[in-house]
């Protein structure tokens, strides 16, 4: 005879089975939703709009038949994973269509940050895609935490990818196209093994199924070999990021440099270096100067080219091209007569002594 707790557990199995059936289902609501969400989102991504694409991503229920899928993979039943999937690729097919439509009606020649933002994915995504599919497996296990599903659904978008899909392909441009692809599905494969892997945990009588589904195997397998085209993405993306900090580095030592050691830029009082900028994209790099100065015409062409002797000196064997661009400043006052000695509030300096000669001199700059 079943136990009452027995009794009340397979009740509540029954339901959460019944509630990913119904997830499952491709019917109006989904529908309805899929095109809200594809207008929305392919709308703000034109737009450049980033709170207009979160809004999208809210509205998108792709994650339901995906967690469907997920729950039908450790269950063994294949008909009702394909009914999850056939679901969610439908959604995908009006979702692409429908921003290449839009895409063409514009016919951009060129996007903003929130398009090409999606055509670089990486480990990070993964990342991100299997703990938000754990957590969100869990908020549909565990009804008190219903109110991430926002919140995640936010974290981890599929719906704007395949608009960026669609609105790419609507201009020909295949390779941005494939990036926003891949990153979909990163995001898809990402959510459905952190799902699995939540289920597997949180329930006991599935916890078995985690390690002897074919099709749990085979979700796990085609996420491992995103890893490869991710784990590019990723290293070139922190080998640019080392290379902007070594950049911004070296550009502070110059500036620093041309502070401290040199005349023209450092010690002349008619110059006020206000500071510089290199662009890395010339070659040699170009450092562009921005001074103030009081005599227009300061600095020289001679004393700018000692100034750039004196930074390839010194960056050796890197080579630089340096320019000044001064802004000529007028010092408009009438005279004053000097307080008298007992008014002064702070006494006035001794005028300096010239510097000593030094055995570095001759590395001083003009």
């Known amino acids: 005879m079943n136990s009452p707790t027995t009794i009340s557990e397979e009740g509540r199995l ?22 809200g969400a594809t207008l929305i989102a392919t709308l703000g991504l034109l737009a450049n709009s980033t709170g207009v694409v979160i809004g ?20 063994g039943r294949l008909p009702m994973f394909l009914r999850a999937l056939c679901t ?3 959604g995908v097919v009006i979702c692409v269509l429908l921003a290449m439509a839009v895409g063409r009606l514009v016919a951009f020649s060129s996007f903003g940050r929130e398009v090409m933002n999606r055509t670089s994915p990486n480990l990070l995504d993964l990342g991100v895609a299997l703990v938000a599919g754990a957590v969100a497996m869990y908020a549909k296990l565990r009804k008190e935490a219903i109110s991430a599903l926002a919140g995640l659904a936010i974290a981890v978008a599929l719906v704007p990818p395949m608009c960026v899909v669609g609105i790419l392909l609507a201009s ?14 990163t995001n898809l494969l990402g959510i459905m093994v952190g799902a ?3 289920l597997g945990i949180l329930e006991k009588v599935y916890r078995r199924r985690l390690f002897h589904s074919r099709l749990g195997l085979t979700s796990v397998a085609l996420t491992a070999l995103l890893v490869i085209p991710l784990g590019s993405s990723f290293f070139a993306l922190v080998s640019r990021s080392q290379r902007e900090n070594q950049a911004q580095k070296l550009e502070a030592v110059i500036e620093q440099r041309l502070r401290s050691s040199t005349i023209t830029l450092g010690g002349d009082p008619a ?9 890395w994209q010339q070659n040699p790099p170009l450092i562009r100067a921005r001074v103030r100065v ?27 091209r340096l320019v000044v661009q001064r802004t000529a400043v007028d010092l408009i006052g009438p005279d004053t007569p000097p307080n008298p000695p007992e008014l002064e509030v702070l006494p006035v300096p001794p005028p300096p002594l010239p510097p000593l000669p030094r055995e570095d001199e001759e590395e001083q700059a003009p």
């Open 14 to 35: 029954d339901a959460l089975r019944q509630e990913f059936e119904h997830d499952a289902s491709f019917n109006q609501v989904f529908v309805v939703l899929t095109v």
């Open 56 to 75: 999208a991503m809210v509205v998108a229920p792709w994650i339901m038949p995906l967690q469907a899928m997920a729950f039908e993979i450790l269950r």
């Open 88 to 90: 969610l690729m439908l």
């Open 172 to 185: 020909s441009f295949w390779a941005q196209a494939y990036g926003a692809l891949l990153l979909f599905a």
């Open 196 to 198: 699995m892997a939540a």
């Open 271 to 279: 110059i006020d270096l206000v500071g510089i900028s290199i662009n």
């Open 294 to 320: 009081t005599d227009p015409t300061l600095p020289t062409a001679r004393q700018v080219a000692g100034v750039q002797d004196f930074i390839n000196k010194t960056q050796a064997p890197l080579r630089f």
